[in-house]
């Protein structure tokens, strides 16, 4: 089926049922009521917006530590960073690896902070699952299939960004090879797709949040770093895409953005993330969700 179809189909209530979808696992008919994910007793897809934030690679325990406490303190619930880097050039930072992993580790243990880090390669699935709480498949690698099958094997939850160019049917088609290989701790992540615009890095479609919520049971939350490219477009994305429905965000953050190796011009410092926080509190209240900042910052 078409993506055209499939999104017509979803628009009439009496031919989303008797329409077979190209879907199974991942439809909303499975769970009307939403999958909730519980991830180190972080509920993900219930009233909380789940904000995941960090810098886009680990460079150093220095970086990583100063970032992660504070973006812990403004109300982050999880700590972003990725070690495996998917970069344009490979004469650029490919990320410090397995090093990485350990200092991932290390600043979860320092912190309490459950982390989560891209895996790209199946052969780094074993080593990635004992460092991350949640593997993250890239935008790159969604039609990975053998990468999604694998981690599909594993039980460690996966957030799955959309494809750059990939449908919303793809998307969830993608999701579905997880699904299938007995791994349903799912999270799907827009994070901007590729139009003909320049001025921002990708474009992001906030109506696949509501969309994907209409015809899926999984969570889904909103990447605006990536898909804006400037840090200063973050704060107002990050509040639309409360406002249509995302159970969370996954936000680049950095000490000091002029200084990162990869992705600073769309990173937050720490301090403009601590009050978009503040901002995105009251935009959750009044859409009847919740984020929960940690006393004393409330
Ligand atoms: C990332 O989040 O680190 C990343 C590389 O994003 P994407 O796969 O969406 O480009
Ligand atoms: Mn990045």
């Known amino acids: 089926m078409s993506g055209n179809k499939l999104i017509k ?15 199974k696992l991942v439809s909303r008919e499975v769970k009307p009521n ?7 007793g972080i509920q993900i897809g219930g009233s909380e917006v789940v904000v995941m934030a960090g810098p886009c690679a680990v460079e150093s325990l220095e970086q990583l530590l100063t970032t992660a406490k504070a973006v812990q303190t403004s109300g982050a619930r999880i700590l972003r960073g990725g070690a ?95 699904l299938k290989q007995g791994n ?22 906030l109506s696949a ?13 909103v990447d605006p770093s990536h898909a804006t490219g400037h840090w200063w477009m973050v704060p107002s994305l990050a509040k639309a895409a409360i406002a249509v429905g995302a159970d969370g965000l996954l936000v680049e953050v950095h000490c000091n953005p002029q200084e990162a190796l990869s992705d600073g011009s769309q990173s937050l410092r720490t ?7 503040k901002d995105l509190v009251k935009i959750a209240r009044a859409v009847g969700r919740e984020i929960t900042l940690q006393s004393p910052v409330q």
């Not at 189909?9 to 879907?23: A, E, I, T, V, Y």
């Not at 939403?34 to 180190?40: A, C, D, E, R, S």
């Not at 301090?271 to 978009?276: A, N, S, T, W």
């Open 209 to 221: 949040v509501p969309m994907i919520k209409r015809l899926s049971h999984l969570p889904v939350v």
């Open 184 to 205: 349903h701790q799912v999270i799907l992540c827009e994070r901007g797709i590729r139009t003909f615009e320049t001025s921002t890095r990708n474009t992001l479609d």
């Open 9 to 23: 189909s979803g628009q009439n209530h009496n031919h989303l049922s008797s329409n077979p979808l190209p879907f």
């Open 84 to 178: 495996f880097k998917p970069r344009k050039s490979p004469y650029s930072f490919q990320g410090l690896q397995e090093e990485g992993l350990k200092l991932l580790a290390c600043v979860r243990q320092e912190t309490g902070i459950p982390i989560i880090t891209e895996v790209m390669d199946t052969r780094l699935i074993e080593l990635v699952c004992a460092h991350a709480d949640i593997l993250q498949i890239g935008s790159r690698n969604m039609h990975n299939f053998a990468l999604l099958k694998e981690v599909g094997l594993s039980r460690k939850p996966v957030l799955l960004k959309r494809g750059m160019s990939a449908t919303i049917e793809e998307f969830l088609l993608a999701a579905e090879y997880i």
């Open 34 to 40: 939403g999958t909730v994910l519980n991830i180190q």
């Open 271 to 277: 301090d403009k993330f601590d009050l978009m926080m």
